[in-house]
């Protein structure tokens, strides 16, 4: 069997939904507040500007950039958006960024990344597969990137990539016996259990104690911008946990994509002690 079987090189990241904006409540409110000459002029103010691209895709921005302007109602002057945003970042304004999210589906983690992302619980949310449910016969496994560096960056057939593989292996295969020994268990010692699923659950919550950290995990994750650049900085520094960092980095470059006014400030640098994995570091 190759080790390119079962193992996992990078994740995978899914911007699935994002913040929306509702045009025909902002039309109410517009009338509410007896603002509707920035509908019916063009007078190029901030609020004109909220309305006349409304339809378009950066709700997120639009969004902090409301939050913002409605604190002070600074409806009749002021910079464009983009600028906005950053004199809101430079401020440390950071409540408005709350207001804006991005649900993120990953997968191509490990576990151990998973228990990482348990120390940031305010301002987001976290939906994790479950094992028990899910039976991990066919899990993967996540190559630590200290590994693919120390082999030069390669993956495939090399000796730590093989020794990890073969481990793995042989952890999945312990899994594997020991979940249909539970299994076999209860139908004789205990037969007035019915439920199929039931009993197969039993087995893989006691069996997954057989599998390492490094079996892949998959989970949807909602982010504020304000919790999403805080984690970017800090899993994005050179100190942080390899593969969370190497999460960052392409958590970044997807939503410099999204809502690069929120985004901009930041970059990727590669280091000489970076171990295969750029760093995050702000923009020149």
């Keep these: 069997m190759s080790p390119n079987d079962f193992l996992i090189w990078n994740p995978d990241v899914f911007a699935v939904g994002q913040t929306k904006w509702n045009v025909d409540p902002f039309n ?5 507040n007896y603002l509707d000459e920035h509908r019916a002029f063009d007078t190029n103010t901030p609020l004109a500007r909220l309305w006349n691209d409304v339809s378009r895709e950066d709700s997120i921005e639009r969004m902090i950039e409301f939050g913002g302007r409605h604190c002070y109602r600074a409806w009749e002057q002021g910079r464009d ?39 940031h619980r305010v301002g987001i949310a976290l939906s994790q597969e479950s094992q028990r449910y899910v039976d991990a016969k066919d899990v993967q496994f996540v190559v630590p ?21 073969n481990q793995c292996l042989k952890s999945l295969e312990q899994y594997t016996k020991l979940q249909q020994r ?80 929120v ?15 750029p760093i995050i570091v702000a923009a020149a």
């Excluded at 809101?88 to 960024?97: A, K, Q, R």
């Design 28 to 32: 109410d409110w517009m009338s509410h």
């Design 81 to 119: 958006r983009a600028d906005y945003i950053a004199n809101i970042i430079e401020m440390g304004h950071g409540s408005v960024l709350e207001h804006a999210t991005i649900n993120w589906a990953i997968q191509g983690v490990s576990r151990s990344l998973s228990l990482e992302l348990a120390r």
């Design 145 to 165: 990137p200290m590994l693919i560096w120390l082999q030069g960056g390669c993956i495939g057939k090399k000796p730590f990539s093989v020794d990890f593989h």
């Design 182 to 261: 539970i299994v076999d268990s209860i139908k004789i010692k205990s037969p007035h259990t019915k439920s199929l699923t039931m009993i197969k659950k039993r087995a893989n919550e006691a069996a997954r104690a057989h599998l390492p950290n490094a079996c892949e995990t998959r989970f949807l994750w909602t982010t504020n911008m304000r919790l999403l650049r805080h984690f970017l900085w800090l899993r994005g520094g050179s100190g942080a946990d390899l593969e969370i960092r190497r999460l960052a980095v392409e958590l970044l470059h997807q939503a410099q994509h999204i809502a690069p006014s």
């Design 263 to 277: 985004f901009n400030d930041m970059t990727t640098q590669s280091i000489d002690d970076g171990y295969g994995v």
